[in-house]
């Protein structure tokens, strides 16, 4: 068992070292842990303020396709079971994670049949879920979100296997910071590019009228008009003495 353990973890090592999308890595852990403990989803959720938001996730048997969001991914299982999609925003004290930031443990929720203490655990049983396990995803001490391990049957679990977990889960956050900060530069970068596109739009607006002599209010009135009509394509019939 200690030998398939470190086996397991090398592999994921390696599946995140290979720079996978989130939910290809996640499709691809689940797979690496099979020989052990089999899952059927494993979902990710991030911590933002009083609110937890689902970012990835991956549910054995469905295929995420090219360019899919996680909300799309998820709203098009939802449909293949004829259930309502799931909500992408919870309240902490609405979901496990409430839990782990108290006891710094993960939540484990054997039998979602009989227990089902959060609201966030309705969405799964409606999805056929019966068992998860919830795990912390740490940064430096700090908490960003959680790691689920779900099951379609009833969840009964080793030390050793929740050891496996543990560790998988510290290695996942590696990579979770690392798509954050990605997603965030992404972002900026985007902003960025956009308030450049606004700056040089404006410098030649204001090059052209630079042109023009004359600071009478009339004139202004002109500018002002010609300004509106300068991003479309109307036609401007301009007349006066």
């Known amino acids: 068992m200690p030998e398939k353990r470190a086996q397991i973890i090398l592999e994921v090592a390696q599946v995140i070292g290979n720079q996978l999308e989130m939910s290809e890595l996640l499709g691809s852990l689940n797979e690496a842990l099979t020989p052990i403990i089999h899952f059927d989803a494993i979902a990710i959720v991030i911590l933002k303020g009083e609110t937890v938001t689902s970012y990835w996730a991956h549910v054995d048997g469905v295929s995420h396709q090219r360019g899919e969001s ?69 940064k430096q001490g700090q908490l960003i979100g959680t790691i689920k391990f779900l099951s379609r049957e009833k969840g009964s679990h080793t030390a050793v296997q929740m050891r496996l977990l543990l560790d998988i889960a510290n290695i996942v956050a590696i990579a979770v910071s690392n798509a954050l900060a990605y997603e965030e530069i992404k972002s900026l970068k985007e902003q960025l590019l956009l308030e450049n596109r606004v700056l040089q739009e404006d410098i030649v607006q204001r090059s052209i009228y630079e042109e023009i002599v004359g600071s009478s209010g009339s004139l202004q009135k002109v500018l002002a008009a010609i300004e509106k009509v300068a991003q479309t394509d109307s036609t401007v019939l301009i007349t006066g003495e």
Not at 79 to 89: A, E, L, N, R, V
Not at 102 to 125: H, M, N, Q
């Open 70 to 138: 996680d909300e799309s991914f998820l709203n098009r299982y939802a449909s293949s079971i004829k259930d309502d999609p799931p909500p992408m925003q919870i309240p902490v004290s609405h979901h496990p994670i409430s839990e782990i930031m108290k006891s710094g443990e993960p939540y484990i929720a054997p039998d979602l049949e009989s227990d089902r203490r959060f609201d966030s655990d309705e969405p799964l049983f409606n999805a056929r879920f019966r068992s998860y396990i919830d795990l912390p995803l740490m």
